[in-house]
């Protein structure tokens, strides 16, 4: 089965056809198609440390084939290739805790958070406490003023 057939069209049909058939020929699917992201973007400094974090630790894998490698040769690089190892395994470890506590950091400085009993709840409860007592005073104030308009005593 040829792809115009599939389509419903012959190509000697379809070069002498007429702008109203043409019109009724069916749209070839798009090649590419946007989806809603299912999950928000990190933020720069948390994304940021994962980046340094698979850096470091996709040299540590390199470091430790390398070493198994001069190993089983018997080379004398062996030795300090396997000291760097355990040195670079301690810093991926160091770089993986790095990415955890900047995203628990970033959380906690922007109000990211899902408990309920959070601080940043409670400011933003407090803010809307305060910005709500503001606007009945501006309203009080506002009524006290149109009250006392267009007369001259209150007798």
């Not at 056809?17 to 989806?35: D, H, K, N, T, Y």
């Not at 950091?105 to 899902?114: A, L, M, T």
Request: hydrophobic content about 45%.
């Amino acid at each position: 089965m040829d792809t115009d057939e599939r389509r419903g069209t012959t190509g000697s049909s379809a070069a002498g056809a007429s702008p109203a058939a043409m019109a009724g020929a069916r749209i070839p699917r798009q090649l590419w198609v946007e989806e809603p992201a299912v999950r928000r973007r990190m933020p720069d400094p948390v994304r940021t440390a994962a980046v340094r974090a698979v850096l470091v630790m996709s040299l540590t894998i390199i470091q430790a084939l390398v070493a198994f490698l001069c190993t089983l040769a018997g080379s004398w690089l062996a030795f300090p290739m396997v000291l760097g190892g355990v040195a670079s395994t301690v810093v991926a470890t160091w770089s993986v805790l790095d990415v955890w506590v900047t995203r628990q950091v970033w959380n906690q400085r922007n109000g990211v958070v899902s408990v309920p009993s959070s601080t940043a709840r409670q400011m933003r409860r407090e803010r809307r406490i305060a910005k709500r007592t503001a606007r009945a005073r501006a309203r009080r104030e506002a009524r006290i003023r149109r009250r006392g308009e267009g007369r001259l005593s209150r007798a």
